[in-house]
C-alpha cells in the first residue's frame, strides 16, 4: 500500500480553492455560475436529498473535498431513465462519484418480506421512487453514457456491502461483484476520506483511477495476479488431515510469521482428523520474510459461490477474518476473467482528523431548493451529534462493522461541544434539547484495546462475544464527562441518549448508569437483547439474558433514586438464522412473563456481506469454520410461513396471529399453553372480525406493559440490521432498539417488518 500523507489535511491544496468556500455544494449550472465556475472538477451523485450535514454522506465527501481545493457539484437524486440529467452540471474535470446514499436502495425500497415500500424518508415529501433499485449501477452506467470518458467511482454503504460476490436476498442468487455491473473505475468501501483525498489528487495529477491499485479501502479489477505477489490459496474447503496438530485453514499463517496464528486457531477452525483428507499448510508457499502487504488471499471465484453455498460461507468466513487494518491482507476473487482485488481496509481517522472533518462548513441545512418540503431523515437528525465511528459488538447480523469498521474513532470533547453550540446559535427550530450523543452505538466513545499492538494482532470478529475481551478498555469516564460539560453549555435544557445501548458494557460503569438514567433518558430508553435463547443468540454473537437483567436492575435502581418514571424497551428479532420454533416459543412466554407487548415487529433481513446472510443462504455456521460434512446445520425460517409464525410469537398478544399460534402450539406438542387462563399464552376464543392477518394490531399503536402503554398512539418507527438505527416520528419518543444508532421512519408492512437507515453518520463515499 501506497504511504498517505501524515494527515487527513496535510496535502496541497488543489489550484481552484482559490474560489473559497460555497454556500451550499452546487447543483444547477445557475448556481455554478454565481459561484464563478466554468466546470466541476468532481461531481457526486447520490440518491438521497442534498442536506449540507454531517449526518449525510455526501455532505461529508462533498465538503472534505471542497476542502481539499476541489470544486464540487451534487447531482441529487436525479432522474435515471436518460444520461441527459447527469450532464446537468456538464463535464466534470475528474470523475463521477456515485452513491445510492446513506442507506442501501434494496433495503430504502422493500421490506423484510419484499414487499414495496411507500415512503423514502431520505426525500422530500417523504415520497417513495426518487431513486432506482440498486442505485450505484443505475447511477454509474448513466454517468458513464453521459460522459464516456470520465471515470466512475463508486462509494457508500451500498457498494462497500457488494464490493465481492454476494448473496442477494431480493433475487435470492448470488450476484458478481457491484464493480461489474456497474462498470465503475475504482470503488471505495468504508468510511473513506483517506481513499478518496489521495485518489482525487492523483487523477488531479494525471493518473487514472484504473491505475491506482495501492490504496486501502480501494476494490478493482485486475487481469491477474501481480509477479511480486505471494498467493495463499483458500478457494477450497479443506478438512485438516491427521498429519499435522491442529491445522487452521483460515488463518492462513504459521506462528513463525505472525503473532496472531494462536489467536486465530482459537478461534474454532480445529477439527476431527479425517482419513485420506488434503492437508493445507500454507505456509510452505511463503518465503520467510515475505511482507503481509506483499500477500493475497484467493477466495472462491464467482462463479464457484454462485453454484456452491458452502463455498459461499467459506468466502465469506475468510473475508471477515481480514477485516483488522493493522493485519488484514488482500484479498483477490475470480470473476470470469478478471479478478476482482481487494485492497486490506482504511486506517481509522485520529482524533484530530475527525475533528476536522465535523469543523467542515456545513450549511447544517437542506438545500434552498427544497422550500418548505418535509424530510423526515433531516428532521430526526437536525439537533443530533455524532460523537463516533465504528463498532467492536460484531453482531453477525448487522453491518455497521464491515463498513465502518471495528476500532472506535472518536472526536474530541472539544469538537463536539462546538457542535452543539453551533446548533444552538445556527439552527432554526432549536428549543435547547439535544436529541442525540452518539454514533452506532451510544457507549463505545474512545474505548478501544488496551494494547496497540494486540489490536493490531488481533483476529476475534467481536470484542465483546462470547465475553468482553481482557484486553478491552471499558472505561466510560471520558464520555460521562463528556455528558456533564454538554449538559452544563449555556442554552441547553437536555441531553438525550438515542443511539442504542451496548448494556453488556455499560453494566461495567455502574456510574455511566447512574449519569445517563439520571440525566439522558427521555423516560424511555431502548435495547438490544434481540432474544434469550442461546442458540439464536450465539448466532448473532450476541450476550445472554444475565447481562440484559443486570443492567435492567441498574436501570431500576437508578430511576427510583432520581424519583422518575421510566421504562426500558428490549427489542428482538423474528427469524434470525439459527432460531427454531422452540426458540421463538420461549421468548414469547419471556415477553408474557415480563408483561411486554410489542406493537411492532422486527424481521431478520439478510444484507449483502453480513456472516448472518451467508448462514441464512448456506445454512453452515462461517463463525465455526467450514466442513462439507457439518456435523451441526444452522436452522433457518426461509419460508414465508415460517417468518410469519416467527413474527406471530413475537406479537402473541395480537388475535389475528391467535389461528397460526395455536395449529403451532399443537403441532409442537404444547397444546397446554392454549387456554383462557393467565398462564396461557394465547386463549382459545377469537374475537369476531379478528384472525385473518394484516388487520390492525389489537394495541391500537401503543408499547405496553402490564396493560399500561408506553408510547402514545402513532408514534411508530422501525429499524434495521443492515447498520441502522431506530427513532420515532419528529415530536415522537423512540420505542425500540437494535443497539444501533436512531433513522427515519418506515412504513408499517404485514405484521410490522421495518427497516431503517444504515447506521453511523459518518461518510459513504
Known sequence: MSAAPDTLFSRRPYWARRFGTAPFLPTTREEMDTLGWDSCDIVLV??????????????????????????????????????????????????????????????????????????????PGDVHGRRPDRAVIVYAQRAREAYKDVPVVAGGIEASLRRI??????????RRSVLLDARADILLFGNAERALVELAHRVAAGEHPREITDLRGTAFMRDRVPADYVELDSSEVDTPGPVDANPDPYAMVTAETCADADAATADGAGAEATPGARVVRFHRDIPRGTPRERTVIRIPAFEQVRGDSVLYAHASRVLHLETNPGNARAIVQRHGDKEVWLNPPPIPLSTAEMDAVFDLPYARAPHPSYGDARIPAWEMIRFSVNIMRGCFGGCTFCSITEHEGRIIQSRSEESVLREIEEIRDKVDGFTGVISDLGGPTANMYRLACKDPKIERSCRRLSCVYPGICSNLDTDHSPLIRLYRKARALPGIKK????????????????????????????GYLKIAPEHTESGPLSRMMKPGMGA?????????????????????????????????????????????????????????????????TAMWHSGRDP????????????????????????????????????????????RMGRADLIGNGKHHLVPTWQPAGTGQGGARPATGGRI???????????????????????AAR????????????????KPRKGNGARRGRPAGRGPRG
Open 46 to 123: 447520490t440518491g438521497d436529498a442534498y442536506v449540507d450535514h454531517p449526518s449525510f454522506g455526501m455532505a461529508i465527501i462533498g465538503r472534505l473535498l471542497e476542502a481539499q481545493g476541489f470544486r464540487v457539484g451534487i447531482l441529487a437524486q436525479p432522474d435515471w431513465t436518460s444520461a441527459e440529467p447527469f450532464r446537468a452540471l456538464g463535464r466534470p474535470n475528474l470523475f463521477f462519484g456515485v452513491t445510492a446514499g446513506n442507506m442501501d436502495s434494496m433495503v430504502n425500497h422493500y421490506t423484510a418480506e419484499r414487499k414495496l415500500r411507500s415512503n423514502d424518508a431520505y426525500t
Open 165 to 174: 460476490a454476494h448473496y442477494d436476498y431480493w433475487q435470492d442468487k448470488v
Open 495 to 522: 441531553i438525550l441518549i438515542a443511539s442504542g445501548l451496548r448494556y453488556d458494557l455499560a453494566v461495567e460503569s455502574p456510574e455511566y448508569v447512574k449519569e445517563l438514567v439520571t440525566h439522558h433518558v427521555g
Open 548 to 612: 440484559y437483567d443486570r443492567f435492567r436492575a441498574l436501570f431500576e435502581k437508578y430511576s427510583r433514586a432520581a424519583g422518575k418514571e421510566q421504562y426500558l424497551i428490549p427489542y428482538f428479532i423474528a427469524a434470525h438464522p439459527g432460531t427454531t420454533d422452540q426458540d421463538m416459543l420461549q421468548l414469547a412466554l419471556w415477553l408474557k412473563r415480563h408483561g411486554f407487548r410489542a406493537d411492532q415487529v422486527q424481521a431478520f433481513l439478510p444484507s449483502p456481506m453480513a456472516l448472518a
Open 623 to 666: 463463525l465455526r469454520g467450514i466442513r462439507r460434512k457439518a456435523n451441526e446445520r444452522v436452522p433457518v425460517a426461509r419460508g414465508v410461513r415460517a417468518r410469519r409464525l416467527h413474527k406471530a410469537f413475537l406479537r402473541y398478544h395480537d388475535p389475528n396471529n391467535w389461528p397460526l399460534l395455536r395449529d403451532a402450539l399443537q
Open 704 to 726: 405496553t406493559r402490564g396493560g399500561k402503554a408506553l408510547r402514545r398512539r402513532g408514534q411508530t418507527f422501525q429499524t434495521q440490521h443492515n447498520g441502522v438505527e431506530a
Open 730 to 745: 419528529p415530536g415522537g419518543k423512540p420505542v425500540a432498539a437494535t443497539g444501533k444508532p436512531p433513522g427515519p421512519k
